[in-house]
Structure formats: structure tokens, C-alpha cells
């Protein structure tokens, strides 16, 4: 499975940017995917997951309210449309599938998310 996250961008403070994962391979459909985050010199926070059937959501604290992961199993795609953006959410964002109830099997290469004041 090869993971393409997208839709990383500059934003002001308070505005909206909606992140999507396309995934290639129809067993992605199957796992459980996921968001996470990280600034470069910090170790990489998880941010929300979700289960395959799109159930059993679970967010980081520091996003709730805020944030909401969704996935389209017929278009292979995870989302994370994130609201209210701080200047705290900049960051790299990257998207990952096939959970162990460890760790993440399959990674996407990140995109870029901004937030000016």
C-alpha cells in the first residue's frame, strides 16, 4: 500500500485546511488509518485515527472540537479537515494505515501545514 497525502498549505490563524491520503491497493480499505504530525527537531504526535469501517475514532486531546478524521473506502481515501488552526499546528502532517494496535505499517510522505498569526 503507498500512501499520498496532500493539501498542505499556508493558512491564517482560525481558518480551515482539509488534508486528504489517496491510497493505492484496495486493502487499505481494510485498515485502520490514521493522522499524525511533527516539527522538525520534536518527535512526531499522533493527531486521530479510525477504524476501517470509519467507527472507533480517537483524536489527541490538543485537537478535539477541532479537528475530524473521515475516510471514503470506494475512493481509497483517508481526510482530516482541520478547523480553528493555531499557530501550534504547523507542522509536517502525515498519513499512515495498517495499525497493529502498535505501531503503523505503511507511511505517506507528509505535507506541509502553516499557520500565521
Known amino acids: 500500500v503507498q500512501l499520498q497525502a496532500s493539501g498542505g498549505g499556508l493558512v491564517q490563524a482560525g481558518g480551515s485546511l482539509r488534508l486528504s491520503c489517496a491510497a493505492s491497493g484496495r486493502a487499505f480499505r481494510s485498515y485502520t488509518a490514521a493522522w499524525f504530525r511533527q516539527v522538525p527537531g520534536k518527535e512526531r504526535d499522533f493527531v486521530a485515527r479510525i477504524r476501517s469501517d470509519g467507527n472507533n475514532i480517537v483524536y489527541a486531546d490538543f485537537v478535539k472540537g477541532r479537528f475530524t478524521i473521515s475516510r471514503d473506502n470506494a475512493k481509497n481515501t483517508l481526510y482530516l479537515q482541520m478547523n480553528s488552526l493555531k499557530r501550534e499546528d504547523t507542522a509536517v502532517y502525515y498519513c499512515?494505515?495498517?495499525?497493529?494496535?502498535?505501531?503503523?505499517?505503511?507511511w505517506g510522505q507528509g505535507t506541509q501545514v502553516t499557520v500565521s498569526s
Open positions: 499512515a494505515a495498517q495499525y497493529d494496535g502498535n505501531t503503523f505499517g505503511y
